[in-house]
């Protein structure tokens, strides 16, 4: 099934190409209409159709179909942006809609959604990041840090669970970033203990000043 | 010996920060002989003060080998400096690290009880930060006047033959006027330079009247010109300029950021592009200036404010290849700004952000300190405590994103980070410079919480006032003041008042910086800060409005100064009535500062607008975390007096450092007794009138009934506090006053050398009175 309608669109396609180069745009236009009709998901046809299509605007639409179903094609990408920016010249308003990884859908002037490129890598974006595995035991430090500035006594207790917790996730890290990250939260964990027992020291003493 | 070295090392330090600040621009060679030479110098000078002040041979001696050894060090490490730096900064080192210690070695032993300990800890550690802030401005000004040899200062790029590529110039704008951003079009216009395009890219601007203009502006200007408006855009300025990255010529390969108001020199492109012709370089920046800088104090003093960045920060973090990308006026590589990612939406403060992901990638930054645009300052003061609320906000989100990435570690846990030590420390001082007002205003509020309590003598405290954390800190604070009105002069060419202008005008807006810390840690979304509404037409009325929290905080501070001066007048009142005037004009600055501004606002006319982005946050909201901080900690504080206090001096005291009093350090009591600063340390000493005649055996002693009770000099209540003694004491009494109704005892001072007069109703007396002989 799949097989024939690839078979059908490749034939309509190619039936496209013909009338394109006898210069019959209109049913070049009509076999694309067909196979976009045909196999919706096809960006081939999508691309086809945009180079027929009787108007700027449905040009422009057909472009960022195909650009939405490929984003990897470079020839899409090329006269996509060519598409918007002509459209911008004519009128410079564009509203967002949403956005992926890959594009931004913007709605025109002439309320056209279209999907333009970003050309960028993408990073989590920070609200959205997720906790690392290291995140517990970096609850615990910084309990820890702050108990320190507070008498000391606090991370006596805290850092010994942050050097637990360390320790423990150690194990399911999958990364050796995040085991080296563990490490140190460890390393510092024991630091902070160290520090802290002195300086509890000197708080408890102040209970028995004799 | 520690307060001894202490001083020593304070005068060592005075010495060659003065000498840095009458020769330490003069002085244009660098030698290891004329270094070693200075810096023997200056510890003779020293030591010769020590030497008939408090000093003691061997001692001296000793300290100056090791702040020889030390001095050597930095000689070595710093031999881009001239011989004045390198010795300033040792010696402050030094100094600030001693200063560390006494201050530990004071809150750890002084005998407290445990809510005491635990705010005195607090203060210690803040105390701590403080200097650590305070030492990396002394380094970047010694960096930028005594550097003699620069690596990376570039102050004319040689154009290369054949490389001409096409930038992009993106020019955001937010409701702009629309005159304002045509003259910022018409210099573009005007560049010179073959190969380049400009995209205007007007974001949520509610009116088409407003934009709509822009797009017929750019349209006169040519094909080159193209006008953007995206309508309900997320991500602000970021989300706008990302989505215009999209919109550049595929040629382009450098972009350049200006900002709607500037008017760019035609020479901007031809001058800087060459840089790139170097692949490892990813962003250009030149300083940013301003057309509307003269004719009033305001003006002027905010103008020298923005300078000081540029004449003096910059320069500094350029030669570590870790300056920041400051939006306006710089240049950014396209392919690189594609691989970080873009701008990042959720920082308020992206460009400075997207610098920090670029050096963390390996690649290089220039700095050229020559400014090729011109732009509009704030309108008025509120628009500068709003515009460096924003600065502040954002550069907290740096700090709250990328700390991980400026940690000593942080090679180890993420190979992928190639920041340098220099960079990571540049950018976490960076960011955590912004705190220094957070800790200024917990000073000034710890300073009326002293001078409250001396008010009501009531017997809380934190830790013992002695002598030494009174003076210096005192220094500490006078030779930071010198260095900062030093550098300005040095670096902007002002003269001295207008120095001393700038630098109210920093700290006029600590209070906005201060908040924005506060939102900052607490906030995750980008918030702008909105002032108190104005609740009347007149603009002077307005204008102290707006400034209302930093009038308040002012005149408490000097109102709290004065009255504990005038209660009880001594040294020590005096030293906190003046430190509280002191922090109290940074905060009166604001609302002087917003009138001065009142001239500027009349000369200019029309508003020019602060771009507002993100949620507002309300100061009046925001004070009152401000104020509810402050009554929890005055709430906690004010527990201390319900917990006993140490009933006689614990083992553990005999750690603490002794103290010298001011006397001795100046030399007029050169053989005074040395007291316990824990028991409250020596104006007087134990100097009290001298009985005639003392029995030869004690028959009387008295026991102190109070929380604490001041044995003073003389037998009156401002006769000169020798010592403290805390309740349960017992203490033998030498002699007494003649009134019997107002007893006063002459009593020994307990574990030491020395008498002091007790006021007897803080004391239980047992024995006989008709024994005890009257002191006159």
Redesign the interface.
């Known amino acids: 099934m799949q097989k024939n309608l690839q078979t059908e669109v490749s034939q309509l396609l190619e039936e496209a190409g013909q009338f394109a180069r006898q210069g019959k745009r209109e049913k070049a236009y009509q076999s694309c209409l067909k196979a976009t009709t045909v196999a919706p998901d096809e960006s081939l046809a999508w691309y086809a159709r945009s180079r027929n299509a009787p108007s700027r605007e449905e040009q422009l639409m057909c472009l960022s179909r195909a650009y939405s179903l490929d984003p990897n094609d470079p020839e899409t990408k090329k006269e996509l942006h060519s598409a918007v920016h002509t459209l911008l010249k004519q009128e410079p308003f564009l509203a967002y809609v949403y956005e992926t990884e890959q594009f931004y859908q913007v709605r025109s002037g002439r309320d056209l959604l279209v999907n333009i490129p970003k050309n960028r890598t993408f990073e989590t974006p920070y609200l959205k990041k997720r906790p690392g595995l290291a995140q517990p035991a970096f609850r615990w430090l910084t309990f820890a840090v702050l108990a320190l500035f507070l008498g000391g006594v606090g991370a006596v207790l805290f850092a010994p669970v942050a050097a637990f917790q360390a320790l423990r996730l150690q194990a399911s890290a999958p990364t050796d970033e995040e085991r080296m990250r563990l490490l140190i939260v460890f390393i510092l964990s024991v630091i902070i203990w160290l520090a802290a027992i002195p300086i509890s020291w000197l708080l408890l003493i102040r209970f028995y000043p004799s | 010996m520690l307060v001894r070295a202490l001083y020593l090392s304070a005068l060592w330090s005075a010495i060659s920060l003065f000498a840095t600040l009458i020769m330490g621009s003069r002085l244009r060679r660098s030698d290891s002989a004329l270094s070693l030479l200075w810096l023997t110098g200056v510890i003779l000078a020293g030591n010769l003060v020590a030497i008939f002040t408090f000093g003691r041979l061997l001692e001296i001696f000793g300290l100056s080998l090791l702040a020889f050894i030390f001095g050597l060090y930095w000689i070595v490490r710093l031999r881009d400096w001239n011989a004045p730096g390198q010795v300033t900064w040792a010696m402050t080192l030094i100094t600030t690290g001693l200063f560390v210690i006494y201050t530990f070695l004071l809150t ?2 002084s ?4 809510l005491s ?2 705010f005195a ?2 203060f210690f ?1 803040l105390e701590a930060i403080t200097l650590m802030l305070a030492l990396s401005h002394m380094h970047e000004s010694l960096d930028v006047v005594c550097r003699l040899q620069w690596h990376r200062l570039v102050e004319k790029l040689e154009p290369v033959p054949g490389y001409i590529p096409m930038v992009s110039l993106q020019v955001p704008a937010y409701n702009e006027p629309v005159e304002v951003v045509e003259k910022t079009l018409n210099s573009l216009a005007g560049l010179n330079y073959p190969n380049y395009e400009v995209l205007v890219v007007d974001n949520n601007t509610p009116l088409q009247a407003t934009w709509r203009p822009l ?1 017929e502006i750019c349209r006169k200007l040519g094909p080159n010109f ?9 991500g602000y300025k970021s989300g706008a300029l ?2 215009a ?3 550049t010529d ?1 040629r382009a390969e450098i972009i350049g950021i200006i900002d709607a108001d500037y008017e760019v020199d035609p020479d901007f492109l031809r001058e800087l592009v060459p840089a790139f012709a170097n692949p490892q370089i990813a962003f250009v920046q030149t300083p940013q200036d301003y057309s509307d800088s003269t004719g009033d104090t305001f003006s002027e003093s905010t103008y020298r404010g923005y300078k000081y960045f540029f004449e003096v920060s910059m320069p500094s973090r350029n030669e570590r290849n870790a300056i920041i990308f400051a939006g306006t006026m710089g240049l950014i590589r396209k392919s690189v ?6 701008w ?4 308020i403060t992206e460009d400075a952000e997207a610098s920090l992901r670029i050096l963390k990638k390996g690649y290089q930054s220039l700095y050229i300190n020559r400014a090729f645009g011109r732009g509009l300052m704030p309108f008025n003061f509120e628009g500068l405590k709003k515009q460096r609320f924003r600065w502040c906000f954002g550069g907290i989100q740096i700090l709250k ?1 990328h700390w991980e990435a400026l940690m000593p ?1 942080a090679h ?4 992928e980070n190639k920041l340098t030590l220099a960079q990571r420390y540049y950018y976490l001082v960076g960011g955590l410079g912004w705190f220094s007002d957070v800790f200024n205003l917990l000073f000034a509020f710890f300073l009326v919480l002293g001078a409250v309590f001396n008010l009501f003598s009531s017997p809380i405290k934190v830790r013992p006032l002695t002598d030494t954390v009174l003076i210096i800190p005192a220094v500490f604070l006078f030779l930071h003041i010198l260095r900062f009105i030093w550098v300005l002069r040095n670096r902007l060419k002002v003269s001295v008042k207008m120095a001393v202008a700038t630098m109210y005008n920093f700290f006029s807006l600590g209070w906005a910086v201060t908040l924005a810390c506060i939102q900052g840690l607490v906030q ?2 980008g918030v702008f800060l909105r002032t108190p509404k104005a609740t009347t037409s007149s603009k002077a009325w307005r204008a102290v409005q707006v400034t209302q929290w930093e009038t308040a905080i002012g005149v408490m501070c000097i109102l709290a100064g004065l009255l504990a001066f005038g209660s009880d007048r001594n040294w020590r009142t005096f030293s906190l009535c003046i430190l509280l005037i002191w922090q109290g004009s940074l905060y009166i600055a604001a609302p002087l500062y917003s009138l001065l501004s009142l001239k500027r606002e009349a000369a200019l006319g029309v508003p020019v607008r602060v771009s507002e982005r993100g949620k507002p946050v309300m100061e009046q909201l925001a004070a009152r975390w401000v104020v509810a901080f402050s009554m929890v900690l005055i709430g906690t504080f004010g527990l201390i007096r319900f917990l006993p206090s ?3 001096l ?3 005291a005999r750690f603490l450092p002794f103290d010298l009093s001011p006397g001795q350090t100046v030399g007029r009591e050169p053989n005074a007794t040395r007291t316990s600063p824990a028991i409250g340390t020596t104006l007087a000493t134990a100097t009290a009138t001298l009985p005639s005649t003392l029995p030869s055996t004690v028959t009387a002693k008295a026991t102190v009934t109070v929380e604490s009770a001041n044995c003073r000099a003389k037998p009156r209540t401002n006769g000169g506090r020798v010592t403290i003694l805390y309740k349960g004491q017992e203490v033998d009494i030498l002699g007494r006053n003649d009134d019997l109704k107002n007893p006063w005892w002459y009593i020994k001072i307990p574990d030491q050398d020395g008498n002091c007069w007790l006021w007897g109703m803080t004391a239980k007396m047992t024995g006989s009175v008709e024994e005890i002989p009257v002191v006159r």
């Open positions: 750890a032993f005998p407290l009880n445990p300990f635990v800890l607090m550690f797009e193209h006008c953007l408006h995206l309508d309900q855009w997320p990302n989505f990255v999209t919109q595929p700004l594609e691989e970080i990612g873009g990042d939406e959720w920082c994103k570690w180890w846990v993420d190979p995750r979304e140490p009933a006689a614990p083992d553990y």
